[in-house]
């Protein structure tokens, strides 16, 4: 999929959709319509210091718009425009018909508190991953890996759900924080003791035999990544019947188990951290049909009783906007 991306937010921060606000409405479509013109030295004065140390000079947004050009010619007509609530961000996205492309492009740009710009992304608009898989049924019996409320980040079957749902291997992958007054931290956002989720345990889903387990990576500060190693610290749990989970982004030094061991429902494996390519601590779990990350197809993770809110679910796929709580 053809796109460009420079993107300041966090790619787990919670949604929240509200009414279009006229004023970030209105500075959303000055700011595309300055990209689309050109005029990059505007754009980047306008910037938080944060992202204009991620793109690096204004030549590089002026590179990109040149790669936006390529790929995608010029905009023709605007389909739809809107303006949601991303965690402490204001995020303007804009869907519309380009001249030499046959999807729609879709451009976001996140303001935050100041009303500086924190976040830009344009490309495609993504498409689910086909899947042979949609009427799976899983075969382990699987409970929330974690104890008390989560809430549910990114999850269910439709990219408006899941961003995840691009990606074959993760196409029903599951992103989950605690929340506390409607926000993953109290205090400074750059200490990661601060988030609610930080240091709590993560838990077996079910019967299992380790495939595989790391420890070793180092926590990322608030802001960093670690492409490279995307699951960061992670157990890759065997379930049988070719049903293998993935647990990842856990606290550096926490993982309990190693390859060969095996596992009971609800056993402590590791502590909730933030390794590898994350923008604040959070669990990320999927299944898939291979302990190969990148080279299995998803499945469906059905989980069996646990409370979405104030109902009972016997057997159930968590989805956004939900916090879960195992019943047990």
Known sequence: MRQALVWGVGVVSVV?????????????????????????????????????????????????RGKVETDFGHEEEVLSEQVVRQGGHSVFTREARWSGFSQPVRLLVAFDENNRIAGFWIGAVPVAAPSAHLNYETKARLRLPFEGAWHVVWGGREIEQNYHAIDAGQRFALDLLVLKEGRSHAGDPADLENYHCWG????????????????????????????????????????????????????????????????????????????GNTSEPHLHFHLQNSPLFGQGEGLPAQFVNYHAGDALVERGEPTKGQTVQAAE
């Open 16 to 64: 929240l959709a509200l009414p279009a606000q006229a004023d970030t409405l209105a500075r959303g479509q000055g700011v595309a319509a300055a990209f689309l013109r050109g005029e990059v030295g505007a754009i980047w004065a306008e910037m938080t210091p944060d992202m204009q140390r991620a793109i690096g000079a204004p030549e590089h947004l002026a590179a990109l």
């Open 200 to 275: 709590r345990p993560i838990l077996a889903p079910a019967d299992a035999v380790v495939a595989n387990a790391v420890d070793d990576l180092p926590d990322q500060k608030i802001g960093q990544s670690d492409p490279r190693n995307p699951l960061g610290n992670h157990v890759v749990l065997d379930f049988g019947n070719g049903e293998y989970g993935f647990l990842a982004h856990l606290k550096q030094g926490s993982v309990r188990v190693a390859k060969g061991d095996r596992v009971t429902s609800g056993m402590e494996i590791g502590r909730c951290g933030n390794s």
